[in-house]
């Protein structure tokens, strides 16, 4: 397993009705998380496909109002600091492996074959592998992927930008966060994902 | 010097009125910061004191307006991955020194200094001390600070949660960030502000 603390931010007059709508966006996941919500966020503890989906479904719920919304995400695995009693680590299954080449060849190829949603987003995030001293090498892998990445746009200060359609994004997101295929590695992705601003209008 | 990509939202319909104003009230700040905006975020770079304030100001503002509203930010500093040319390091003079009971106590002094705002916020924070081996006792020993401190709220999956004035807010979260007095030191300090939530009246 692993979790993150979903926020999402809708700047309209109606946004708790765009939030709430959000919310009932992910009840098909229901039976394959545990989440809790309060003031700032809500906790989603997930295998990862599944915290991305869920991410996904919340983003274009909002999105597809028409009004500019932003969901801003705290992914994490690994976390030595969490001691939810009977909660399991990431399976194995769930995490890329082999050399960083071929790491980078399969998250490629999983964007690939990802379905488009419809939705166009803008996406900035900050990949962090904790805890280990090669942790520029793991991240310059995972910056190797994504230059070459359909929904590459630039990297910029602290953080690599992405847009594109909302699907090859937030699969994007999923390949960057399983990319360490270490079982025990505590990796952390922050991420602001943007639609129907208009600054990009 | 370090970092920040700033991003500040509000739930309404004039959201860019809002934001606009909050830019206004940055602008004393001008001659002591650099900055770029774009679609998703301000970069300001400047020194830690500096770039606490100015998000201060900014949040503070956007609250002002009675709209519920968020400040999201990212801040870096140490990161191995930034070549920007003629940027100087943080210096030793910004960072806190000593053991990690003496940082405790100088960051305790601090924010008992500061002035309050008249603000109301919740926070909800993530430190990261990344590239060493011993980034979990950093933490502890921030975590040990912000225990203790006028407030701290609790600690949630994934980060910690502040609620208080924005003032001493906004100085423990400086104080966080330059709890770590290893110059050479890669922190991030991954953060949300939040005022005027429906869900906290």
């Known amino acids: 397993m692993a979790g993150a603390q979903l926020s999402l931010y809708a700047m309209s007059d109606d946004f708790v009705a765009i939030i709430e709508s959000a919310i009932a966006a992910i009840e098909p996941f229901a039976g ?9 966020s809500t906790l989603v503890v997930a295998e990862p496909h599944v915290l991305f989906a869920v991410s996904r479904a919340m983003f274009t719920s909002a999105a597809q109002s028409g009004s500019h919304c932003v969901l801003s995400a705290l992914y994490s695995r690994g ?22 080449e071929e790491r980078i060849q399969a998250a490629r190829t999983a ?3 990802v379905a488009k949603t419809g939705v166009e987003a803008r996406c900035q995030f900050a990949l962090y592998p904790l805890g280990n001293g090669s942790h520029m090498d793991e991240i310059n892998g995972c910056i190797a992927f994504l230059r070459e990445s359909s929904v590459f746009d630039r990297t910029k200060n602290y953080c690599t930008k992405l847009r594109g359609d909302a699907g090859p994004l937030f699969e994007t997101l999923h390949q960057a966060f399983v990319f360490s295929g270490d079982v025990q590695a505590h990796v952390t992705l922050d991420v602001t994902v943007s639609a129907n601003s208009p600054s990009t209008r």
Chains 1, 2 share one sequence.
């Open 32 to 40: 394959r998380i545990r989440r809790e919500t309060d003031d700032l």
């Open 79 to 100: 976390c030595p600091g969490e001691s939810d009693a009977g909660r399991e680590t990431v399976s194995d299954q769930a995490l890329l492996s082999g050399t960083v």
């Open 111 to 113: 964007v690939a074959a």
